[in-house]
């Protein structure tokens, strides 16, 4: 699973589904953001369990894939990295 994306257009899904991740929660799952891709379309959703966002974009990539990831540091992370294109693999062998 291969996807390539522009870091400016992961940023902006990734802030407007931030915006959903709770400050503090009893349930650590409330703390990730979902990502996923399939058939062209990248999903970034999130919740707090009252409300709840998924944010699209088409692109080109390979394969499939669902995972969570913690919030803050998969936007920490993108949001200090140079402008360009991001490479997301996943290693199937994981």
């Known amino acids: 699973m291969r996807i390539k994306i522009q870091k ?6 990734l802030q407007r589904a931030y915006a959903f991740v709770p400050a503090k929660s009893s ?9 996923s ?3 062209g379309k990248l999903e970034v959703a999130a919740t707090d ?3 709840s966002i998924r944010v699209f974009d088409q692109l080109d990539g ?4 669902e995972i969570t990831v913690n919030a803050r540091k998969v936007y920490d992370i993108v949001r200090e990295i140079h402008e360009g294109l991001i ?3 996943k290693d199937e062998n994981v």
Do not use: P
């Not at 400016?8 to 899904?13: F, I, P, R, T």
């Open 87 to 89: 490479t997301i693999t």
């Open 27 to 35: 349930l650590m799952i409330l703390s990730n953001i979902k990502i």
């Open 8 to 13: 400016s257009k992961l940023l902006e899904l």
């Open 37 to 39: 891709y399939n058939n």
């Open 62 to 65: 390979e394969g499939s894939f």
């Open 49 to 51: 369990l009252d409300h």
